[in-house]
C-alpha cells in the first residue's frame, strides 16, 4: 500500500505553508505532472465546505431503515445458502453425506469443500441452498459428516509448549522454508518492523532503572453487526454479486479468479454495509470462501443465490486480531530519558501468520536510539485472523506503552513527562497538553493506589479513580490506481462517480464535501455514485486509506470539470478562464466579485449534455512527516470489592491532517475508544481446552460495550497540513484505537496501584490481583 | 429495554420458547434429526403445521396475508415475505436489540417471536415511523447527532428509542443508558445516540 520508491518521475513544485494553521511554515512539495496545488495551512481559515461538521448523506435512509445493504437485498427466484463448518478443531474429513439434505424437498444445490484436512472448528466443509432459510436450516443438519480427529493446539501459550499439537506438519509451513520454526513457534520474521536500531546492550549500560515485564492480549473478533454475505446471481455469463465489503475490486478480482471467468463479466455492489473492521478486505473471508461458494450454488441452482454467515461462523471463520504474548524491557536515565528497549513478541494469527505487533514500539519514542526486536508467529488450531483496525498496533501499544508506564512508577516520574521527554513527534508533543487538560491530569494519584496523594475527592467506599495516558502511531497509506470521475450536467446538477464503499466513516460525505469545495457549490447539490465495480476503480477501504486515496483524485477530477466550466462561463463574463473563481453556486471574476453568473447559467452553455471529467491518482508527496500521531487518557473507577472498572471518562487527541467532515471524523475516533475499551475489559474469544470449538459464540458470551458501559468520550482533532497530497488529508478509523489497551490498563493501575498485564481486565482479574498483592504485602 | 414477547395466551408461553429455543440451536455441525417444528406445543394449545399457514398481520397500519410455515419468526416473515428489512438479524438470539419492533406499542425483539403469535396485534416497524422525506422528530436527532455510523444497528436503536420517548416525557442520562442497554452497536455510537434521544425529547 506505501508508496513505491522507484526512478524519480517528472515533477511539478508547489511552495505551499505546512503545519498547524497557527503556525504555518513554508516548504516546496514536489507533485506529479498534472497535479494541482495542494490545500494548505493558509487554505484552512478559507474552506468554505471542508473542515464543517455535517450530517452524513445516507442518514435519513439509515434512520428510516431504507438503506439497503446486502443482507436486505432480495432478488425474484432467490433461494438461501447455508455454510456448514467443521465441527472438529483438527482432524480429516472422512466423508460427507450429502444425500439426505439433497433429498429434502426445496433443496436445489449443494456443494462440498476439495480439502479433507481440517485445521480449525467451522472450516468450510459444505454448503446447502434452497428455497426459504428454515428449509436451508434444515438441509444443513441432514449433512451427515464424520471425522477422524487429531490433537489440536488451541491457544497460544499452550501451543507454544514443546509437546503441543503441531498445527502444520513439521515440514510444511505457511512462512515457508526461510523463516526458522521450532514445533508451532515461527520466527524471528524479518520485515522493516524487526530491524531495530542502535546497540541496546550499551543502551541497558547507561540505564540507571531497567524495567522488564510481559503482557498479553487474548484474541478479540471483528463482530460487524453484518455478518459477511453475499447475493449472487447469473444472467448467463454474467455474475452480479451484492457483497458486503470494505473493497468490491477485491470481491470482483478474487471471484473471477476463483471461477476462471472474466473481471469484465464480473460485477460487485456494495450501496451499504454493516461494519467490517478489516474482516471484509477479500473476496470472502480469510477463513471462508463463502462468496465463491455462494457464485457455485447459483450456477448450480439456475437462480440467486443469498448467503449470510451466522454469527457463530462470523465469530469463527471471518477473521479475528492475533493474540500477543509481549516482553518489553526497558531503561532509562533518573530524567526518563529512555536508553534502550527490548521487545520480543509471540502472538497467535490461528492457521496463518502476520501477528506481529512492532508498528508501535518503532514510532514510539522516537528519541530512543537502541531498540531490539524480535516477532515470532505461533500457530493455533484457530481460524486465520484478519486484519483488525490497526493490526497488531493495539496490541503492540498495550505492550511498550504498559512497560513505560512502569517505568516511570520506577522512576517516580509523572508517565506523561517521560513521554513528553522521549517524544520526537512536534504534532504530538503540542498535542499532549490538549489531552492532559481535557481530562484533569493535575488530578492523578501520585501515588498508585492512594487517592490522597493527588486531586481526587477522598474514595467513596471501596471505589477508587485513576488516569492513565499512553500513545499511539499510525502511517499515511495511499492506494495508487485510483480513479474517480465528475459530471456536471448542462442543467447544473454535479455527480462524483467512484468505485469505493462507504464502510460506515461517512466517506461517501466526504467525497461530496472535497468535490463541492473545488467547485464552488454546497456539499448537498453533490450526487454521490458509489459501491459499484463499473464504475472508476477504487480502493480496499483497509489502513485507513480510503479519504488519502480517494479525496486527491476527486478534487483533480473536480478541478478537470471547473477548468472547462470557467471556459463557458469567461465569454459570459468578459474575462479569460483564468480570472475566474467560484464559490457558493456562483463563478465570479476573482478581482470583481460583483460580476458573475451562477454555476446553473455558465452550465446551460456547455454543447453537449455533459461536462465529464475522470482523473487518475497522483504519486503521494513527499510527506511532510510520516507518521500520524496521537495521544489518549482514560479516567476509571474501580470497585475493589465487586473487580469491576467503569470507564468514566475518554479523551483522544488525534491528526488526521486535515478533518473534511469533524463531525464524522470525530464519530470514529469516539468509536475506536468504545471498541477498544470493550477490548481491554470485555473481550475474549475463547476456544475450549478439550474440544477446540468456541466457548462464546455469539454476543451475549463475547461480550461487547453496551450502551451502559458508555462513558464521556471526547475527541480533540488537531488539524495539520501535512502536504502528503493535494488535500492534506489522512485516514482515522485506526489510529485511535492503537493506544486504548494501555490507556485503561494504565488508568486501572494508577486507581488500584497493582499492574494488570492481562487482558481483559475483568473482575476476576483485578480482585486476583489485588488478593496477591495483599499476600505480598 | 426490548423485553422478550409474550404471547397472548400466557399457559403457552413455555412451549413457544423451547421450540424456538431449540430450533435455533440445533444448527450447523449438530447431529442430523428429523426434528421439525411441531410436536412442543401441548395438546390443549391449536397445532400450527408443519404445512405453510396464512397470517393475518397488521402491520403499520395495514393488514398483510403472509402464508408461511408455522416456526417462522415474525422477524423472518417481515423481512422475507412483506420486504421490510429495516429490522435486522444480528444476534439472532435476542440479544442485541436489531430487530426491535413494537408490538402494541411495547417493544420486543422480533427475532424471538413466531410470526404466528404476533396475529392480533399492532406491528409496528422502523418502516411505520417515518420516512426518509418525513422523519419522525427522533430519526431527525439520529441524523442531525450522527449517532450512526454503518447504520445496521440503527432502526433498532430508534425503535427502541422511540418506545422509550413514549414512555419518558424527560429523561435523565443515566435513564437512557438503561433504557436502551438491550441494543449493540459496534461502531461505537453510543454517546451519540444518547445525545439524540436527549434532543428530542427536548423537542417533546
Not at chain 1, 70 to 75: A, H
Not at chain 1, 316 to 324: I, K
Not at chain 2, 156 to 172: E, Q, R, Y
Request: hydrophobic share 40%.
Amino acid at each position: 500500500m506505501a508508496q513505491d520508491e522507484k526512478a524519480p518521475e517528472p515533477t511539478v513544485t508547489f511552495t505551499a505553508k505546512a503545519g498547524f494553521p497557527s503556525a504555518p511554515t513554508s516548504m516546496e512539495v514536489h507533485a506529479a505532472v498534472g497535479d494541482i496545488k495542494p490545500w494548505d495551512a493558509e487554505s484552512w481559515a478559507q474552506f468554505e465546505q471542508m473542515g464543517k461538521p455535517r450530517p452524513r448523506a445516507e442518514g435519513p435512509l439509515k434512520v428510516t431503515g431504507r438503506a439497503k445493504y446486502t443482507y436486505d437485498v432480495k432478488l425474484p427466484g432467490m433461494l438461501y445458502g447455508r455454510m456448514i463448518g467443521a465441527a472438529v478443531a483438527a482432524g480429516e474429513i472422512v466423508s460427507i453425506d450429502t444425500s439426505k439434505a439433497e433429498a429434502l424437498p426445496g433443496v436445489k444445490a449443494v456443494w462440498t469443500a476439495d480439502s479433507r484436512i481440517v485445521r480449525f472448528a467451522g472450516q468450510d466443509v459444505a454448503a446447502v441452498a434452497a428455497v426459504s432459510p428454515e428449509v436451508a436450516m434444515d438441509a444443513a443438519r441432514l449433512v451427515k459428516v464424520t471425522y477422524k480427529e487429531r490433537p489440536f493446539a488451541h491457544e497460544l501459550r499452550a501451543a507454544m509448549e514443546p509437546d503441543a499439537a503441531p498445527v502444520y506438519d513439521l515440514d510444511k509451513s505457511p512462512a515457508g522454508p526461510d523463516v526458522p520454526r521450532k514445533g508451532n513457534v515461527v520466527g524471528p520474521r524479518g520485515g522493516r518492523r524487526s530491524e531495530g536500531r542502535g546497540d541496546t546492550e550499551t543502551g541497558f549500560a547507561e540505564a540507571d532503572v531497567v524495567h522488564e515485564g510481559t503482557y498479553y492480549c487474548p484474541v478479540h473478533t471483528h463482530s460487524p453487526l453484518e455478518t459477511h454475505g453475499v447475493v449472487a446471481s447469473w444472467e448467463g455469463d454474467q455474475l452480479t454479486v451484492y457483497a458486503s465489503t470494505q473493497g468490491i475490486f477485491a470481491v470482483r478480482e478474487g471471484l473471477a479468479e476463483a471461477l476462471g471467468i472474466d473481471r469484465k463479466n464480473v460485477r460487485v455492489l456494495c450501496e451499504h454495509m454493516g461494519g467490517g473492521f478489516g474482516s471484509k478486505l477479500g473476496p470472502s473471508a480469510t477463513g471462508s470462501a463463502f462468496a465463491m461458494v455462494a457464485c457455485r450454488l447459483a450456477k448450480k441452482a439456475g437462480a440467486p443465490v443469498k448467503l449470510m454467515l451466522d454469527r457463530k461462523q462470523q465469530h469463527l471463520c471471518t477473521g479475528n486480531a492475533p493474540s500477543a504474548l509481549i516482553t518489553v524491557k526497558v531503561g532509562a536515565k533518573k530524567d526518563g530519558t529512555i536508553t534502550a528497549v527490548d521487545y520480543r513478541s509471540y502472538g497467535s494469527a490461528g492457521i496463518a501468520g502476520g501477528a506481529g505487533t512492532a508498528g508501535p514500539v518503532n514510532a514510539l519514542h522516537g528519541k530512543n536510539p537502541n531498540l531490539r526486536v524480535e516477532e515470532y508467529d505461533v500457530y493455533t488450531n484457530a481460524g486465520p485472523a484478519a486484519p483488525l483496525r490497526a493490526p497488531g498496533h493495539s496490541q503492540g501499544a498495550f505492550g511498550i506503552e504498559s512497560a513505560v508506564d512502569e517505568l516511570a512508577d520506577k522512576l517516580g516520574l509523572d508517565p506523561l513527562e517521560v513521554r513528553k521527554k522521549n517524544e520526537a513527534s512536534p504534532v504530538r508533543a503540542a498535542q499532549y497538553d490538549l489531552g492532559a487538560k481535557a481530562i484533569g491530569w493535575s488530578r492523578r494519584n501520585k501515588k498508585a493506589g492512594d487517592m490522597s496523594s493527588g486531586g481526587f475527592p477522598p474514595a467513596k467506599g471501596a471505589k477508587k479513580r485513576g488516569l492513565g495516558m499512553a500513545n499511539g502511531n499510525w502511517y499515511v497509506f495511499a492506494a495508487a490506481d485510483v480513479s474517480a470521475q465528475v459530471k456536471i450536467h448542462r442543467d447544473g446538477s454535479v455527480e462524483v462517480i467512484a468505485g469505493y464503499q462507504d464502510i460506515g466513516t461517512g466517506s461517501r460525505t466526504a467525497m461530496a464535501v472535497v468535490a463541492a469545495e473545488e467547485l464552488g457549490i454546497e456539499t448537498s447539490a453533490v450526487t454521490m455514485r458509489i459501491g459499484d465495480t463499473q464504475f472508476p476503480e477504487g480502493p480496499g477501504s483497509g489502513g485507513s486509506i480510503t479519504i488519502n486515496s480517494v479525496a486527491p483524485v476527486v478534487r483533480l477530477a473536480a478541478s478537470e470539470a471547473r477548468t472547462k466550466l470557467f471556459a463557458l462561463a469567461a465569454p459570459l463574463l468578459g474575462v479569460t478562464p483564468e480570472e475566474l473563481d467560484a464559490a457558493r453556486g456562483k463563478v465570479f471574476v476573482a478581482k470583481d466579485k460583483a460580476r458573475s453568473v451562477t454555476f446553473k447559467e455558465a452550465a446551460a452553455k456547455m454543447s453537449g449534455e455533459t461536462i465529464d471529467c475522470t482523473a487518475k491518482r497522483k504519486k503521494q508527496y513527499e510527506t511532510f512527516r510520516g507518521d500520524l500521531t496521537g495521544t489518549q487518557f482514560a479516567e476509571v473507577e474501580v470497585d475493589t470489592e465487586t473487580g469491576e472498572v467503569r470507564v468514566l471518562k475518554m479523551v483522544s487527541v488525534n491528526d488526521c491532517g486535515f478533518p473534511v467532515n469533524p463531525l464524522t471524523t470525530q464519530s470514529q475516533v469516539i468509536g475506536a475508544m468504545i471498541q477498544g475499551a470493550s477490548w481491554a475489559l470485555l473481550e475474549d474469544r475463547t476456544l475450549d481446552r478439550n474440544v477446540g470449538t468456541m466457548v462464546n459464540p455469539n454476543l451475549e458470551w463475547y461480550k461487547i460495550f453496551t450502551p451502559a458501559d458508555m462513558f464521556e468520550a471526547e475527541s480533540i482533532l488537531t488539524p495539520v497540513a501535512n502536504l502528503g497530497n493535494n488535500t492534506s488529508t489522512a485516514g482515522i478509523g485506526e489510529p485511535p484505537i492503537v493506544p486504548t489497551l494501555a490507556v485503561i490498563g494504565n488508568a486501572v493501575y494508577n486507581a488500584i496501584g497493582v499492574r494488570i498485564r492481562e487482558l481483559p481486565i475483568t473482575p476476576d482479574r483485578v480482585l486476583g490481583a489485588l488478593a496477591e498483592a495483599r499476600r505480598r504485602a | 429495554m426490548a423485553r422478550k414477547p409474550s404471547p397472548p395466551d400466557e399457559e403457552t408461553q413455555q412451549p413457544e420458547f423451547s421450540r424456538r429455543f431449540f430450533l435455533k440451536t440445533a444448527g450447523v455441525g449438530a447431529a442430523a434429526t428429523t426434528m421439525v417444528g411441531v410436536g412442543a406445543r401441548g395438546e390443549a394449545a391449536s397445532v400450527l403445521g408443519p404445512d405453510p399457514v396464512t397470517l393475518n398481520l397488521k402491520v403499520n397500519g395495514a393488514a398483510e396475508a403472509v402464508t408461511v410455515e408455522p416456526r417462522v419468526t415474525l422477524l423472518d416473515a417481515l423481512r422475507n415475505h412483506l420486504d421490510l428489512t429495516g429490522a435486522k438479524q444480528i444476534c439472532d438470539r435476542g440479544g442485541c436489540g436489531g430487530c426491535t419492533v413494537l408490538l402494541d406499542g411495547e417493544p420486543v425483539v422480533s427475532c424471538l417471536m413466531l410470526a404466528a403469535d404476533a396475529e392480533g396485534h399492532e406491528i409496528t416497524t422502523i418502516e411505520g415511523l417515518g420516512t426518509p422525506e418525513k422523519m419522525s422528530p427522533l430519526q431527525q436527532a439520529f441524523v442531525e447527532a450522527d449517532a450512526l455510523q454503518c447504520g445496521f444497528c440503527t432502526p433498532g436503536f430508534v425503535v427502541a428509542g422511540t418506545a422509550f420517548l413514549a414512555a419518558h416525557k424527560n429523561p435523565s442520562l443515566a435513564e437512557i443508558k438503561d433504557g436502551l442497554s438491550g441494543n449493540l452497536c459496534r461502531c461505537g455510537t453510543y454517546g451519540r445516540i444518547f445525545e439524540a434521544v436527549q434532543k428530542a425529547a427536548r423537542k417533546g
